[in-house]
């Protein structure tokens, strides 16, 4: 059982950063793929971006792709979601999910989830 905390939310505004982070806990990430997901009032959970258990194979939504960094450190127990110029769109709360191995975008095959963090972007 691998237990998943996100951290790293905030209010910012349009054009700033924040770095999320998805801390494990319980078992070692290293042969789990986490990916990142959110979900704004009234909307939809939607696939943000996803690395596998290796860290080489990482998959972005479109809406974030040039923004958004995915990574991990393994040693750390950790994955990392850096998100810069963000936009009021990007306003959600942010939930990291583990599953084995490889990625998907489909949040049904992640088995493990954390509660979120909640990001803000004034514009």
């Known amino acids: 059982q691998v237990q998943l905390v996100e951290s790293g939310g905030g209010l910012v505004q349009a054009g700033d950063s924040l770095r999320l982070s998805c801390a494990a806990s319980?078992?070692?990430?290293?042969?789990?793929?986490v990916g990142w997901f959110r979900q704004a009032p009234g909307k939809e959970q939607e696939f943000v971006a996803a690395i596998n258990y290796r860290g080489d194979n990482t998959r972005y939504a479109d809406s974030v792709k040039g923004r958004f960094t995915i990574s991990r450190d393994n040693a750390e127990n950790t994955v990392y979601l850096q998100m810069n110029s963000l936009k009021p769109e990007d306003t959600a709360v942010y939930y990291c999910?583990?599953?084995?191995?490889?990625?998907?975008?489909?949040?049904?095959?992640?088995?493990?989830w954390g509660q979120g963090t909640q990001v803000t972007v004034s514009s």
């Open positions: 999910a583990a599953r084995w191995y490889d990625i998907t975008v489909v949040a049904t095959t992640y088995g493990y």
């Open positions: 319980g078992r070692t990430l290293t042969t789990y793929a």
